[in-house]
């Protein structure tokens, strides 16, 4: 029996796939939104932070 057949035995099994797209989307988007806020200032100091310990 293949896995599709399981899953349609599940009632309510449809809803999983649209909470799991709204929860992608909602993480994607709060990533970019933080990444367009933050400062180049901040940017630069966490690019140089690997190479501030091998001074």
Known sequence: MKFINYLEKI??????PVISLVLFSGLFIAVV???MKTSN???????????????
């Not at 009632?11 to 999983?16: D, R």
């Open 11 to 16: 009632s309510g099994v449809s809803i999983y």
């Open 33 to 35: 939104l933080y990444a």
């Open 41 to 55: 200032e901040s940017i630069s100091e966490m690019e140089n932070l690997p190479l501030d310990e091998l001074k």
